[in-house]
């Protein structure tokens, strides 16, 4: 089994006023590739913190970060962004689609940052959107969309650069349980295709689809649950 | 291989969002459009100016230095006592010294004008006579309409000939042909030779024997048969004033020696006058001024332009910081995709400078419409020019470069985490 994350000792301290809070309080985990996790856990636990930390969107206070092998604490930001762009997607419970933009145009933003050129890139978002059924919805704007079909296009986006990892936070909060199931499917089926997938969420439901349940408390790993 | 250019989609992203908010995207740019329309049009009518001054000045001959008479202002007052005679300007004896000590001088000419009826049948007409000699048809030269103009033969025999301007001619002489007619100027009959073009320079300081009523005779006929006392009908008095020549138009040879001879000149004149009765003009120095005038005008336009397009810019920086303000959650979706700092900047200015090239662009269309209203209202002479147009709107794009930086910077230092959390 390749590990293609490893936490080691991460601390995340917050300057509150003259108050440090621990978000973190040294999580140790490793994160096997394939692996589907799931992150619960009351709001104010630091899940959302680690998932930042995760996806590089956020830097430890301390600690080791290895990702695929290489620690990436000390990396820059234009690193950093250059890490989030090829190996992670972001799926976000408001889905976080760019209003002004088509749904072509937010799937094929990745493809954009990362320089694809025209037709590569034109191909890459048909087979994307014909794999989350969105199709016939590419010229739409997000606000024409359904709640589901605006996540299936964040989905979409999320997989643009063909990333190992997904990242998503309450990826059902602002679905109704038939959509959400619709989601947690397709996301299985990814994770089915070799995605390690890392999702935050408080719905048991949802966390059943996982098969690591990592359940955190006041910023430290309290138990995890599921077969290794 | 077609390689997306990335420049193109945030050109297209900043004209997006110029039409999403129409109306505030124009009021943002009506500082720019009427700082840039406010240079365009300034500069124009200076241009034209500038070139309206030079054109006329350049008549004058820049080879050339006029000598005008001149009455006193002692005399003025002393001329209105009945018996006096008024007595100053020019004299035969300064041209004749004139012609013998500057060795740079190609040719003086002398120019005598008085006050004479003319008449033509039952047509009168107070016509000014030009006592010159065929060298002045050289140094200002008109276009001739007809005949010929006066030769040294004229003068060699003293022959009753005139020149008469277009304007006299068709006054006088309506619809009969001209030449070769007998017109009565000031008691004597002169022929009619030939018809030069009337143009009209008003030149406020400058003082041309090239009114509208103008009749050219040589200026030893002039002499002999009027003498040199005039006299004026003004106010119920007779003013009598004995003026010999009214202008000497000399012509240097090159235009290198045209001030030291005007100095020389100048040197001269005084030593042999007692009163300032004369005036010394040099086009050349008109020219130089004219042009020192037009750069001080340029300077001055440049800092308004300067200070129009300042506040054109802040107004422009200003609705991008709200933009990026509006757009944080944009901007932190677009970071945590992967956009690095340098992209979210590169966006976020090239979105200035799409809204300021077009506030440029309209500008521009303000800038040429003015002109051209100023031009169709008052007849003043406008030039716009295309540099001042390609200057315009390089400034437009700068303004937005510059004016885009700061809040592009904004943008891209915006933490992901904090503007993705942002409703």
Known sequence: ?228 | MMRRPKIARSIHSGIRNLVLHRLRSLLTMLGMIFGVGSVVAMVSVGEGAGRQALEQIQMLGSNNIIVNSLQPIEEEAAGRSRSHMSLYGLTYADHRRITDTFAAIKRVVPVKLLRKEARFGEQTLEARVVGTTAEWFELVPRPLLGGRVLNERDQQRGASVVVLSETLARRLLALENPLGQMVKIGGSYFEVIGIIRSEAVQLGVMQTPDRQLDAYIPLNVVRERYGDIMVRRSAGSRVRERVELHQLIIQVDVIEQVESTASGLKEMLRRFHQAADYRIQVPLTLLRQAEATRRTFNVVLGAIAGISLLVGGIGIMNIMLANVTERTREIGIRRAIGAKRSQIMGQFLVETMVLSTTGGLLGILVGLAIPWLITRLTGLQTVVTPQSLVVSLGISMAVGLVFGLYPAHRAARLDPIEALRRE
């Open chain 1, 1 to 228: 089994m390749v590990e293609i994350i490893r936490l080691e000792k991460i601390w995340k301290t917050y300057q509150r006023g003259r108050r440090q809070v621990n978000a973190l309080g040294g999580v140790s985990l490793p994160i096997a590739a394939g692996s589907f996790w799931a992150v619960m856990g009351p709001s104010g636990s630091g899940k959302s913190t680690l998932l930042n930390l995760l996806g590089c969107l956020d830097r430890a206070t301390s600690g080791c970060y290895l990702l695929n092998g290489v620690d990436v604490l000390r990396f820059s930001d234009e690193e950093l962004s250059d890490l989030r762009l090829r190996h992670f997607g972001f799926i976000f419970q408001s889905f976080n689609l760019i209003p002004q933009l088509t749904v072509r145009e937010n799937i094929d933003l990745p493809l954009y940052y990362s320089g694809g050129d025209a037709a590569t890139t034109s191909a890459r978002v048909a087979s994307l959107a014909e794999a989350v059924g969105l199709a016939q919805q590419l010229e739409q704007r997000p606000a024409e969309l359904s709640g589901g079909q605006q996540q299936r296009a964040a989905i979409a986006r999320a997989l643009a650069n063909q990333p190992e990892i997904l990242l998503a936070d309450e990826p059902t909060g602002n679905l109704d349980s038939a959509t959400s199931r619709q989601i947690m499917e397709l996301l299985q089926r990814l994770n089915q295709r070799g995605k390690t997938i890392v999702l935050v969420t408080h719905d048991p439901q949802i966390a059943a689809y996982a098969h690591r349940r990592l359940f955190i408390r006041d910023g430290q790993i309290e138990r995890i649950e599921g077969e290794t």
